[in-house]
C-alpha cells in the first residue's frame, strides 16, 4: 500500500501550482475590467484595479465576475492547507506589470501591517512569452522552484517565511494577474469594506451620475504617487506613455499642443480637465487626471489619432 503524503502543515514549503484553474473566457473578462477601470500609483511600473477601487468609483456590477473565482480560491486554500478554521479573504486585485516592474525577494507577510496575511493565490491572466517577457516567479526553497505564468493557471502558497519568493522583471509587454491574499482574523475581511464602499456610492450620487458608464474618481488617499520621492510622477508618464500630452486653454498652436511654461504640469495633474482626441473633445470635465486615466479605456481613447489632454475651459482655442 503507498505511504500517504505527509500533512501539509509539516511541509517545508508548502505550495501548489494548478492548471486550468480559470478558463481563457474569465481571463479575458477580468483583463477588460482591468482596461477599463486600472489605475497607476500602486507601485512604480504596476496598474492595479482593486475591489474596494471598483467599488467605490460607481462600478460595483464589475465586482460581479470576481464572485465565484473568490469563493473557488478559498475552497482550493482551505483543501490543499487542510483548513479547520474560517477564512477571509482580505484582498483581490488584478495588477498588470508592466515593462520594468519586478519585486525582490519576499515573502508576502513580511511587514508588521502585513502579518494578517497566512495564504497567497496568484491566478495568471496572460502568457510569459506570447504577451511579455521577464516576470517569472521565483522560489527561494522547494518545489516547484519557479512558476512561468500560464493564462488560467494558479500558484497558492502560504504567505509565511517558508515561502519566499521573488518575481523577475518584465522586459517587454504587460504581465497580468489577479492575486489574493487570504486571513484568518475577520477584523481584515474585505467583504464588508466592499459592501461600505457600494452602500455609499449607490446612495449618494444623484441617478443621473449613476448611470454613467464613467467610474467616479477614486479618493486622493487610495493611491500614493512617488513624485515627492523620488521626483518622477508615475501619472504623468502614464500619460505620456498613453500619447496624451497636455493642451492649456490658452494655446492656440493646435500643433505644438504644448503646456505654457507658467502652468507646471504635475499642478495640472491635480486639476479639473478634459480629454481629447484629435478634433474631438469629450464634454465630460474629470476631477483630475487620475479621474481620466481611469476612464480613458471605456473611451476608447488608445486609438492611432493623436491623444491630448486639455485643462478645463476654453477648449475650443486648442482644436483652431
Ligand atoms: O505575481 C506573482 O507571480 C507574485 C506576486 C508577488 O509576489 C506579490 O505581489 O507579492
Ligand atoms: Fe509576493
Redesign the pocket.
Known sequence: MAASPPPIATVDHPRLLLHGFLSPETCKELEFVHRSCGTAGYRPSVVSTSLPHLAATGCGHLLLPFVPIREQLRDAVESFFSCHFDLFVEFTGLISWCKGAS?GW?S?DNKPYLRQRVFTA?CYLNNHGKDYKGGI?RFQDGEPSC?VPVAGDVVIYTADSRNV?C?DEVTEGERL?V?LWFTRDSAYDEDPKLLAFLSQTSLSYEPAFQNSYIPLPASDNMYWFSYDQSGFDIRYARLHILGFIFCASSDQDSNSRSVPASEDPIELLGKPLRVGRRYDVFEKIFANSLHALQARRCLWLQAAWPLWVTASGDWTAAQT
Open positions: 519585486i519576499h508576502d496568484v516567479l512558476v519568493h518575481v494577474t492575486t
